[in-house]
């Protein structure tokens, strides 16, 4: 296991498409809006630091999203297959999966802080940078169990597609493009119905409050448990058939 | 003893398409077998059932006394699919590395390498590599292993002549070691070649089953040829042992069930000349078993 463990994290940066687009994304949005909206306060935080976090969510989930595709890519090549034919016990080919997932969180959450802090003069204390990137991280859970969902139901052809168009969804209604607070009532009641969205207030309520938020953390957990179920449920399905 | 392999009236139906239809076999440590048949006779569905891939609709497989995925989790078996599996951004040492690190009692990576051929390559990204140089990788996966059993499933499919011969040189080299074999082909001379036994697959049966020599014997017949111009074939067909004449010019000839009693009954009774006896080669029985099951 340890081996293998090692083997997909050499394997992370080969994966050049999902590393690069996962950090350009938002770095490009994050540029723009974050730019327009400089010095612009919304309910007392700093826009451009609010746009940030948000847009720093945005990319942790593309990219621990686009990790759990590639389940989806080694399913479409027969490799699950193989290792069927080995020693090594499926669920342990899913716990590296997601274990790498998360890992994969952490690079676009670094390039939009530095961007945010060196481009956009984002001035923030020591304890309120780390807890806002502890919050997008441990936010990033849910999405790797949906991310190991798609690489199980997706093929390797629909995969990109179903992914983006998840995600891309996710981010609109969540409020992770457009803020919360700006958005007319039914919108934010719908916002509210995604996990997207109580990521951006786990990671955003230190801006706010200087700490975590509590209801967050607990919802996503449930979204952590439920997707894992399902995540569960599917990864079952595919190694009881041929 | 307990058998390496033991298949016991395994059937599998795809939809409306039966793949195998009770399928029985046995196969005891340290043989070679191959599993002969034309393409869609079941051999991959078989293959995938014994190495618990797929679930058989009735019947069992059990591969050292135990269900199939209890052997593969102690190791005991390497296996090598007839296409994918390979991990493309890998390098050819990486993937044997990581196969090698799956199995508990597996062998010297830099050894396996050699043995398979790969080591001019080790460092190459498997995507770059060439068909029969991707089929050599699948074959030190398996081989890594170190296991009692290695199963192959038209483990030459798709290369040329001279990476086949080359594949079948070292896997001859490894079975040597007291290893138990089970490939399945539709080449017939991989089977003669390689094989100390020979099971026919046909309709998803097994409809012979022995040593190249006793397949052909069970087709059995050998042809009498002769030079006999103006032969009178009717009279021919009716010689005792004779199955079937055909002329050829002035040639005749004779597929027989019993060519002794053919041959003294034409050499007495007809000036036939220039006579010559053969045996039915394996591929005449191969064609021989195939047809049977179209009929």
Same mark, same amino acid.
């Given at each position: 296991?340890?081996?293998?463990?090692?083997?997909?994290?050499?394997?992370?940066?080969?994966?050049?498409?999902?590393?690069i687009?996962?950090?350009?994304?938002?770095?490009?949005?994050?540029?723009?809006?974050? $730019?327009?909206?400089?010095?612009?306060?919304?309910n007392?935080?700093?826009?451009?630091?609010?746009?940030?976090?948000?847009?720093?969510?945005? $990319?942790?989930?593309?990219?621990?999203?686009?990790?759990?595709?590639?389940?989806?890519?080694?399913?479409?090549? $027969?490799?699950?297959?193989?290792?069927?034919?080995?020693?090594?016990?499926?669920?342990?080919?899913?716990?590296?999966?997601?274990?790498?997932?998360?890992?994969?969180?952490?690079?676009?959450?670094?390039?939009?802080?530095?961007i945010?802090?060196?481009?956009?003069g984002?001035?923030?204390?020591a304890?309120?940078?780390?807890?806002?990137?502890?919050?997008? *991280?441990?936010?990033?859970?849910?999405?790797?169990?949906l991310?190991?969902?798609?690489?199980?139901?997706?093929?390797?052809?629909?995969?990109?597609?179903?992914?983006?168009?998840?995600?891309?969804?996710?981010?609109?209604?969540g409020?992770?493009?457009?803020?919360?607070?700006?958005?007319?009532?039914?919108?934010?009641?719908?916002?509210e119905?995604?996990?997207?969205? *109580?990521?951006?207030?786990?990671a955003?309520?230190?801006l706010?409050?200087?700490?975590?938020?509590?209801?967050?953390?607990?919802?996503?957990?449930? *979204?952590?448990?439920?997707?894992?179920?399902?995540?569960?449920?599917?990864?079952?399905?595919?190694?009881?058939k041929? | 003893?307990?058998?390496?392999?033991?298949?016991?009236? !395994?059937?599998?139906?795809?939809?409306?398409?039966?793949?195998?239809?009770?399928?029985?076999?046995?196969?005891?440590?340290?043989?070679?077998?191959?599993?002969?048949?034309?393409?869609?006779?079941?051999?991959?569905?078989?293959?995938?059932?014994?190495?618990?891939l797929?679930?058989?609709?009735?019947?069992?497989a059990?591969?050292?006394?135990?269900?199939?995925?209890?052997?593969?989790?102690?190791?005991?078996?390497?296996?090598?699919?007839?296409?994918?599996?390979l991990?493309? @951004?890998?390098?050819?040492?990486?993937?044997?590395? !990581?196969?090698?690190?799956?199995?508990?009692?597996?062998?010297?990576?830099?050894d396996?390498?050699?043995?398979?051929?790969?080591?001019?390559?080790?460092?190459?990204?498997?995507?770059?590599?060439?068909?029969?140089?991707?089929?050599?990788?699948?074959?030190?996966?398996?081989?890594v292993?170190?296991?009692? !059993?290695?199963?192959?499933?038209?483990?030459?499919?798709?290369?040329?002549?001279?990476?086949?011969?080359?594949?079948?040189?070292?896997?001859?080299?490894?079975?040597?070691?007291?290893?138990?074999?089970?490939?399945?082909?539709h080449?017939?001379?991989?089977?003669?070649?390689?094989? @100390?036994?020979?099971?026919?697959?046909?309709?998803?049966?097994?409809?012979?089953?022995?040593?190249?020599?006793?397949?052909?014997?069970?087709?059995?017949?050998?042809?009498?040829?002769?030079?006999?111009?103006?032969? @009178?074939?009717?009279?021919?067909?009716?010689?005792?042992?004779?199955?079937?004449?055909?002329?050829?010019?002035?040639?005749?000839?004779?597929?027989?069930?019993?060519s @002794?009693?053919?041959?003294r009954?034409?050499?007495?009774?007809?000036?036939?000349?220039?006579?010559?006896?053969?045996?039915?080669?394996?591929?005449?029985?191969?064609?021989?078993?195939?047809?049977?099951?179209?009929?």
């Amino acid at each position: 296991m340890k081996t293998y463990l090692i083997m997909e994290l050499k394997r992370l940066p080969r994966n050049k498409r999902v590393l690069i687009f996962s950090m350009l994304m938002p770095a490009v949005l994050l540029l723009v809006f974050g $730019g327009l909206n400089k010095g612009q306060d919304l309910n007392g935080v700093d826009a451009s630091a609010y746009i940030m976090v948000s847009l720093g969510v945005f $990319g942790s989930m593309t990219s621990v999203m686009g990790r759990g595709g590639s389940i989806a890519v080694e399913r479409g090549i $027969g490799w699950n297959r193989q290792l069927r034919l080995t020693p090594l016990r499926p669920s342990r080919y899913v716990v590296i999966k997601v274990a790498t997932s998360l890992l994969m969180a952490i690079p676009p959450l670094v390039v939009v802080y530095l961007i945010g802090a060196l481009g956009l003069g984002v001035h923030l204390s020591a304890a309120t940078w780390l807890l806002v990137f502890l919050g997008s *991280w441990l936010g990033a859970l849910p999405f790797a169990a949906l991310g190991v969902v798609i690489g199980y139901v997706a093929t390797p052809d629909s995969v990109q597609q179903i992914s983006a168009l998840l995600y891309m969804l996710l981010a609109a209604f969540g409020g992770l493009w457009v803020p919360i607070e700006v958005m007319p009532r039914l919108m934010r009641d719908i916002a509210e119905l995604t996990p997207a969205y *109580w990521v951006g207030q786990l990671a955003r309520n230190p801006l706010f409050h200087g700490s975590l938020d509590a209801r967050g953390l607990l919802v996503l957990l449930a *979204w952590a448990v439920g997707l894992g179920f399902v995540a569960l449920r599917r990864f079952r399905a595919d190694t009881a058939k041929a | 003893m307990t058998p390496t392999v033991a298949l016991r009236g !395994l059937t599998k139906a795809y939809g409306r398409v039966t793949a195998v239809d009770g399928l029985d076999l046995t196969i005891q440590p340290g043989e070679v077998v191959a599993l002969l048949g034309p393409n869609g006779a079941g051999k991959s569905t078989t293959i995938d059932m014994l190495l618990g891939l797929a679930r058989p609709d009735t019947g069992t497989a059990r591969l050292f006394g135990m269900p199939p995925a209890e052997a593969i989790a102690a190791g005991k078996v390497g296996a090598l699919l007839q296409s994918g599996g390979l991990l493309p @951004d890998l390098t050819v040492r990486e993937i044997v590395e !990581l196969s090698a690190a799956l199995y508990a009692g597996h062998r010297s990576v830099p050894d396996v390498l050699t043995r398979a051929g790969l080591t001019d390559v080790a460092g190459r990204r498997v995507a770059k590599l060439s068909g029969g140089q991707q089929q050599r990788v699948r074959f030190a996966m398996a081989l890594v292993a170190d296991p009692d !059993l290695i199963v192959l499933d038209e483990p030459t499919t798709g290369l040329d002549v001279e990476a086949r011969r080359s594949f079948w040189a070292a896997m001859r080299e490894e079975s040597g070691h007291g290893r138990t074999v089970l490939f399945a082909t539709h080449y017939l001379e991989e089977a003669d070649a390689f094989a @100390d036994r020979i099971v026919f697959v046909r309709a998803g049966r097994v409809v012979a089953d022995g040593t190249a020599a006793q397949i052909k014997a069970q087709v059995s017949g050998r042809t009498i040829r002769a030079t006999l111009p103006g032969a @009178d074939l009717n009279a021919l067909a009716a010689l005792p042992g004779v199955d079937e004449v055909e002329s050829r010019g002035d040639a005749v000839l004779l597929t027989c069930r019993d060519s @002794d009693a053919a041959l003294r009954a034409l050499v007495n009774s007809t000036p036939a000349y220039d006579i010559e006896v053969t045996a039915q080669g394996l591929e005449e029985a191969f064609v021989a078993l195939t047809l049977e099951g179209a009929k």
